[in-house]
């Protein structure tokens, strides 16, 4: 991300034009060498058997560039129904070259071509299997195998089956294969190039869309790969986009074209993605600089668009918070928002879950769970409720003369639970939870522990994003290529957070100094308002991938600014430090 772009992150949603150079884009088939291979052998099995012939047409845009030819001494004999089959005999290959003088010769000739043959891994397999047994190294070619794109492409109205012999009289192939190896070879020649006109209205123009040719994917499904032509290789987020040019679905990836490639083929198996791409016209990159800044703003434009197909993120509003109240008689509440003041646990991605955690506390402490306001003191006291029948309430509704100084115990002992030490509430539960197990009341036992997990995950989280809502100012950096910062290595990935939130980065050069980065991001970052803690200043996803990236491996503060004293951990530098200054400054070791 750019360093004037740097104060808006996440703002637009509107990427520059992209314009994908040829190697971005793969290597179209025209330019493509191949060299169709087709072999006679002396029976099926690659590590016993021998090959008795080789032979192999060189193409490319369609021209044919050359040919090899070759008998092969197996060093075996020929059984009888091959020598009927193919009309090689013993005789034939009696004075035909070792394996060992034809091997190399056709590994010469095939050297940088992608090799293709009809069934390749017999034919493939053998080659493999005399390398191995001559101690040569395989070349690792690309292969091409024309019988599952012929079972793709060819229906059985078409032909009845998919055998080289049958598919040359469909394609009317001007050699008719006779099972011997360069007549084989010339008729796959054919099949191939037929193959491929077929393959060209389905959007499979390049080599790389070979890999998945033969994968079951609808038509109108392959059809759209070339949504992906013009995205950039590069960590960003992807815009699928409607007919109306409405957002159908946010993604993110360290490579925007490749994962955007992936969604035309068998890789994608998800119902409603295969409905999404049947309805996409368009697909918008936005790179960015950093695999964090891509997924800050996948996060934020799921939250700004809500994409129909998108099932995560959309809707932050939707989170609880689980607060004690403001009153003489404080109680649990479940809320939408956090208030000043006040002790909150969450947020939680539902009100069931947050009222789970309400249950855990009720089942821990006393506190009254009737919603009515309680003066301080009464002239005229309540009746008690069930519950304090039970001994579950302490039932400051009763008081009459004094305020009720064993429930303020309580309710300091909730207030404790939510903003600091939680063990209590957890110690109480678990015991219960061993109680109820030795009674053999699992069900209820269950119901325990759903709640205690409930209260554990709601008080961690909030304990987790407090520190980092509170800091005005913080600046972070690690070296860029470790952990999951692809490309520039030897530069420096800087981060500016402000109250939780995202507001600039970029990476620096190699070799550079990163500090004046560091200046920069600093005054073009994004202005961010104070929230009321614990609440960051963020959709609390992106504090928790902030708090992450803080956390990853050789992460270093650089700056920050603080005007809320809190024990935070520097989590790169396995460290704790007291931040008792509005202002602290760590330079960054430059090598």
Partial sequence: MSVVAASVLGVSTTASAYQATFQELGTPLRDVTFVVVDLETTGTNAKEGGITEIGAV??????VLGEFQSLVNPGQPVPAFIARLTGITNAMVATAPDIALVLPSFLEFARDTVLVAHNAPFDVGFLKAMCARLDYEWPGFDVVDTVPLARRLVTRDEAPNHKLSTLARLFHASVSPDHRALADARATVDVLHA????????????LEDLATAADPVPPEVRRKRHL???LPDAPGVYLFRGPGDEVLYVGTSVNIRKRVRSYFTAAEKRKRITEMVRIAERVTPVACATPLEAQVRELRLITEHAPRYNRRSKFPERHSWVRLTDEAYPRLSVVGGVVAGAAHIGPFVSRRTAQEAVHALHDALDLRQCTA???????NPGSPCALAGMGRCSAPCMATQAPDTSYAQVADAAHRALTGDPGPVVRALSDRIATLAHQERYEEAGEVTRRLRAFVSGAHRAQKLAPLAACA?????????????????GGWEVVVIKHGRLAATDVSAPGANPLPLVSALRTTAEHVEPPVPPA????????????????SPGVR???LSDTWACPVRA?????????????VRVEMAVS
């Fill in 58 to 63: 060189k193409v490319r845009g369609g021209e």
């Fill in 195 to 206: 193959l491929f006109d077929r393959l060209a209205p389905m959007g499979i123009t390049h």
């Fill in 373 to 379: 306001r309680i003066p301080l003191v009464s002239k």
């Fill in 473 to 489: 100012e913080l600046v972070a950096a690690r070296p860029s290529g470790i952990g999951d910062a692809p490309g520039k290595p």
């Fill in 228 to 230: 992906a032509d013009d």
């Fill in 536 to 551: 960051p200043a963020a959709h609390p996803e992106e504090t928790d991938l902030l708090i992450a990236w803080l956390d």
């Fill in 571 to 583: 989590a790169g530098a396995h460290a704790d430090l007291a931040w008792a200054s509005d202002r």
């Fill in 557 to 559: 503060l650089v700056h």
